[in-house]
């Protein structure tokens, strides 16, 4: 298998580029809540941020695939891209008034599904 590309520089960048990641499942589930709620309070439409609040690493997340499947993941590193961002995380607090909050394990939950699939 081909190794995955990750873009950073170095290990040490890729260690420290964030972002935030949120199950599918979850996603699915907080476009049911909002909709329930605006039904109940006759509001025509609206943006909520949808995302964990908590940041992965792209070595985090090839560290759980590791874990998750008992295998080195072969990786190559690439330089940044144009525009990539060292840090995306999600402002949660719209959501949170709406009640919804993550019902997985964020990276447990992800790349498990990813190996099912």
Known sequence: MAPINAYGQTKLILENINQDNIPVYDL???HVKPIQKMIKNSILSTTINLGSGIVSSIMDIIKKTE???????????NNRRIGDPLKLVSSIL????????????????????????
């Open 67 to 77: 874990e998750g499947t008992g295998k080195c993941v072969k990786y190559k590193i």
């Open 94 to 117: 719209k959501a949170r008034k709406i009640t919804w909050s993550l019902q997985y394990s964020i990276l447990d939950h992800i790349i498990s599904f990813a190996l099912k699939w």
């Open 28 to 30: 699915a589930y907080a």
